[in-house]
């Protein structure tokens, strides 16, 4: 009987009969859809099961439908047992930080994967826009230049500042020229890129 039982847990786990399962909750916070990424920040994001006898067991990561790599998992959420009272929820978080400019300026999809201890799993995914210098990571300071620069803020009609844009002209980074538009983004208290457009290093001289 106990020979039976083992036959019957191990084929019930395989790969073979793992499915989409959406009682699996999974949440995918940054990026968030519509979002303009660039340079290194958060990929984020929470999954629970509700059943203890099949815990979440990895993150997996797709870029554009292609498996890039896992995600650790297992980071402090009490927030989301707040709204999900589930085994571990509290140790629901997965994070990690990811250069965006590893990717090409456009549109990308992020998929992220949660999958149980018998192989079903659930998705959440989000399309987002990345911008960028041409240089996936500015290794030198000294290479940014604002002697021409010129800094602008919008304005209503007013004259009031309307927006958090901070606007940049004429912008050396790494030997070639760029207008960027600065925007305050809360999730990471700070500015970041909104807009990287590369014109004639001409127009910087």
């Known amino acids: 009987m106990k020979k039976l039982v083992a036959i019957l847990l191990f084929t019930l786990a395989s790969p073979l009969f793992a499915a989409k399962e959406t009682s699996i909750l999974i949440a995918l916070e940054e990026p968030m859809p ?6 290194i920040t958060n990929l984020r994001g929470w999954a629970v099961t509700p059943w203890s006898e099949s815990p979440i067991v990895k993150i997996q990561l797709f870029h554009n439908g292609v498996y890039r790599f896992d995600i650790p998992y297992g980071a ?27 990717l090409a300026p456009g549109s990308h999809t992020l998929t992220v994967r949660a999958v149980d201890l018998y ?18 990571y500015i290794r030198d300071s000294d290479s940014i230049d604002f002697a021409v620069s010129k800094v602008s803020l919008p304005s209503a009609q007013s004259g009031n500042i309307h927006d958090k844009r901070i606007y940049l002209e004429n912008v050396f980074v ?27 290093k001409d127009y910087c001289e």
């Open 174 to 200: 790494s030997g070639r020229c760029y207008d960027l538009i600065l925007n305050w983004y809360t999730p990471i208290q700070g500015w970041r890129s909104e807009n990287v457009v590369e014109i004639h």
């Open 34 to 39: 519509g979002d303009i990424k660039s340079g």
């Open 76 to 102: 402090p959420r009490s927030d989301v047992c707040n709204s999900h009272r589930v085994p571990n929820c509290a140790s629901s978080g997965f994070s990690m930080s990811y250069n965006y400019n590893n």
């Open 119 to 136: 192989g079903n799993y659930n998705d959440a995914s989000s399309r987002f826009s990345v911008t960028r210098f041409h240089d996936a």
